[in-house]
């Protein structure tokens, strides 16, 4: 009986800004004790994938690591993946962009293990058409796609044993099926029972690829309830090499040598069950069979199309609003890069950081949490804005406002351009939508709260409530769009107007607000008129929300209300309410910066800690003191500054809040 060969995988992925205690715990817990077991198994050969962000971090940290996957890749025990440097979904970033992140990680792997990769590793198995081109021309023969991403190509059964050869554009690359952990098994299973499981679902096939994230082995070993990861390891390596007469451990391209009959297949645009499951639309109630097919993580292998896998994988950028601003903000800042000339060290340097803000994890929200963690997020910004801010000509940039379409809306977003900041104000609601400090590189309009499903939480929207209360918004203007008023204008001012309606005292009275951005170094100030243009006096309270991120976790935030010279010191973790301020400060420990607002008139302050937008069933991202710690998924403060105003006929009051950042 011919033996069937078997391909043991690990992908090994963390985002930027991930907190080094979790690059720890997963050291300890996963890639160590796999690596070092594999070791004292040399019979037993494996194909691993390190993101460039991981390896960067072995190195700093543990070099040992390092020292032993290079004497096993010489051997050719191990065959390392290259792929994108920072992890992206490849299909999300422009093709010049993918060739610079993939020649980068190929570089590094070059360098340190002294051979060049040949097959390419595709964070969540994110595929389009024309990949196989890109791919091809990068130096790859292979990548590997899911098994429901044959199936969706047609295959099942028998066709999914073996590598097909796909192409575009008359260049070819071999694809391998990869019998994901978190995909093709109902839990995670060990090496040897994965691939009993499989041949019992499948007959005998030629090759069976099992492919593991590194977080699975943590699982695979607490569902076993032995003593230690390596004892773990090392159970399951003894039992795969006792098969040894059935199977026998190969790699990818020791396989693909004694290969020659390719059947030929074409893969359509698609990715991992996790990211089109987490982003598909929402279904209707009326059909709660097709919602539970869904929703369920399991079973992971229909015979038939899963719904959920139709579409394109852009559509996560649809779910959730924070995908699509941080997806905005990257294709016009990889604009800007594109346009810099003449000095090729500086466009290199931006190009790197252009490429750390595409880290696919700050995307959606993956099994940690991903875009879902605030560090994820701010981290991809921080990136952003410096390569932002590389482009800059010294003595040729001058501060101002553009107006562009930046998030595809069809509305035409304003954008100030400062020397300190950037202030971008969307039409709908007059909203400020991101604020960034070019001193520390932070977009304090940062936040999204799992109470309205990730929904961005905005700065300077506004409610209109009952007078004296913070209640339900009554008016129409807290998401309707705002007229940009086209008359003369100072460069560093933008007017924006509204009539609507507000249902007050139980009737429905017609208001109108304008709300006047001026921009200037250091901050920014917004002056409200509102007028009753009602024949009737009126009474409400106007709630201005100041949606902020000022630092990774409550701790490092500082907040407190100013009230004429004194200062209310509050607690960052706790909702509260004070009266009678005029400022509000919300101080950034770890960067040494503070925001400022002030505020011409009293007002009344409603403040919450804002939380994450998680799925019930991803993991609770951790902390260095334990998942547990209430301050683990802040995510940033949501402040309400109440005004009480009273209108008279055909009358108007104004008010003005300034915005600083300071030292």
Request: proline fraction near 6%; hydrophobic fraction near 40%; include cysteine.
């Amino acid at each position: 009986m011919q033996k069937s060969h078997v391909i043991i995988g690990a992908y090994n992925l963390m985002p930027e800004g991930i907190e080094d205690a979790a690059l720890e715990e997963a050291y300890q817990f996963c890639w160590r004790p796999f690596l070092s077991v594999l070791y004292r198994f040399p019979a037993i050969a494996s194909v691993l994938h390190f993101s460039g962000t991981v390896l960067r971090w072995l190195d700093a940290k543990h070099p040992e690591f390092i020292m032993l996957l290079e004497e096993m890749v010489l051997r050719k025990q191990i065959e390392l993946l290259g792929g994108g440097y920072f992890s992206p979904l490849l299909p999300l970033i422009p093709v010049p962009d993918r060739l610079g992140q993939i020649e980068l990680l190929t570089t590094h792997i070059r360098r340190s293990f002294a051979k060049r990769p040949r097959g390419c590793w595709l964070a969540e198995y994110a595929w389009e058409p024309g990949l196989a081109s890109t791919l091809q021309a990068c130096g790859f023969d292979y990548t590997f796609l899911t098994e429901r991403h044959f199936r969706v190509a047609g295959m099942a059964g028998a066709d999914i044993g073996s590598p097909v050869m796909t192409e575009d554009q008359g260049r070819s690359l071999a694809v391998f099926p990869a019998f994901d952990a978190f995909e093709s098994f109902a839990s995670p299973k060990p090496f040897a029972e994965a691939v009993e499981s499989l041949a019992s679902r499948l007959g005998d096939q030629r090759l069976y690829s099992v492919f593991y994230p590194g977080e699975a082995f943590k699982e695979m070993w607490e569902a076993s309830k032995l003593e230690s990861p390596d004892i773990f390891f090392e159970h399951s390596f003894a039992l795969l090499q006792r098969e040894g007469l059935e199977y026998e451990t190969t790699t990818p391209t020791r396989y693909l040598k004694g290969l020659r009959d390719f059947r030929r297949a074409y893969f359509p645009g698609c990715a991992s069950a996790r990211l089109m499951e987490r982003s598909a639309p929402d279904l209707p109630v009326a059909d709660p069979a097709r919602q539970r097919k869904v929703a369920k993580p399991g079973p992971r292998v229909p015979e038939d199309r899963p719904s959920a896998f139709e579409g394109s994988l852009r559509r996560v950028l649809l779910k959730h609003q924070e995908s699509l601003a941080l997806y905005s903000k990257m294709q016009y800042v990889r604009i800007l890069v594109g346009q810099l000339r003449g000095d090729k060290s500086r466009k290199k340097t931006a190009q790197e950081e252009l490429w750390r803000g595409q880290c696919g994890g700050a995307y959606w929200p993956d099994q940690g949490g991903g875009i879902a963690r605030l560090p994820v997020r701010a981290a991809a910004y921080s990136a952003l804005i410096e390569a932002e801010k590389i482009t800059r000509q010294r003595g040729s940039f001058s501060p101002g406002i553009v107006s562009s379409d930046i998030d595809f809306d069809g509305a035409k977003e304003i954008m100030y351009q400062g020397a300190d900041l950037n202030a971008y104000v969307q039409l709908r609601g007059a909203c400020l939508s991101e604020l960034d400090s070019m001193k520390t590189r932070t977009n304090y309009v940062n936040a999204m709260d799992g109470s309205q499903g990730g929904a961005r939480m905005l700065c300077f929207r506004d409610r209109i409530t009952e007078k004296g209360r913070f209640g339900e918004d009554r008016g129409g203007f807290r998401d309707a769009y705002y007229a940009l008023s086209e008359t003369e204008r100072p460069a560093h001012v933008a007017s924006l107007y509204r009539e609507d309606y507000a249902e007050l005292g139980g009737k429905r009275r017609a208001l109108s607000i304008r709300k006047t951005y001026s921009f200037r170094k250091g901050g920014l100030s917004v002056e409200y008129e509102l007028t009753n243009r009602d024949s009737s006096p009126v009474s409400l309270r106007l709630a201005v929300e100041l949606n902020l991120a000022a630092g990774m976790d409550a701790s490092s935030v500082g907040l407190s209300g100013l009230k004429g010279h004194d200062e209310l010191v509050m607690d960052s973790l706790a909702p509260c309410r004070a009266d009678a301020l005029v400022g509000v400060r919300l101080v950034n420990a770890a960067k040494e910066e503070r925001i400022e607002a002030r505020s011409d008139r009293p007002f009344s302050l409603e403040h919450s800690p804002l939380r994450p937008s998680i799925r019930a069933d991803a993991p609770t991202p951790s902390s260095p003191e334990g998942p547990d710690r209430a301050d683990a998924a802040y995510q940033g403060c949501s402040l309400l500054l109440g005004y009480d105003l009273d209108l008279v006929p055909d009358s108007s009051q104004r008010l003005s809040l300034t915005l600083e950042l300071r030292s």
